[in-house]
């Protein structure tokens, strides 16, 4: 019998959560990027575009610009920068997916 395979949303299409679907599809696990307006439709036509040793690759990604309160993953790993981390969250709060992992970054400022 074969294991059930995990079932991941990345919420934010940016470099780290474009990164960590990569790796993620790449190791073979079924994964969806969710992503906004320009970015929605740039990989929908052209999928992951990245950059290995000097060449331009792309990889296939399913990709949702709307997430329902019933749509279920095993984990949804939410990588927005920290000022988009609330709005982020409200948009999750009803959904019944056991699973959120926040891997939000600071943009930090130094004055001088």
């Known amino acids: 019998m074969l294991a059930k395979q995990a079932r991941i949303l ?28 320009n970015r929605f439709k740039s990989l929908r036509e052209n999928g992951l575009q990245y950059k290995e040793k000097g060449t331009v690759r792309s990889i296939q990604v399913n990709v949702i610009d709307t997430l329902e309160n019933d749509d279920i993953y095993d984990f949804i790993f939410v990588t927005v920068r920290y000022d988009r981390s609330e709005s ?24 001088y």
């Not at 934010?12 to 992503?35: N, P, Q, R, T």
């Not at 056991?98 to 400022?109: A, G, Y």
């Open 10 to 37: 990345i919420f934010g299409a940016g470099v780290i959560g474009s990164m960590y679907a990569i790796k993620l599809i790449e190791a073979g696990f079924d994964v969806s990027l969710f992503a906004h307006s």
């Open 88 to 111: 982020a969250l409200l948009a999750l709060k009803d959904n019944q997916s056991k699973n959120i992992v926040t891997m939000t970054r600071t943009c930090l400022k130094t004055h």
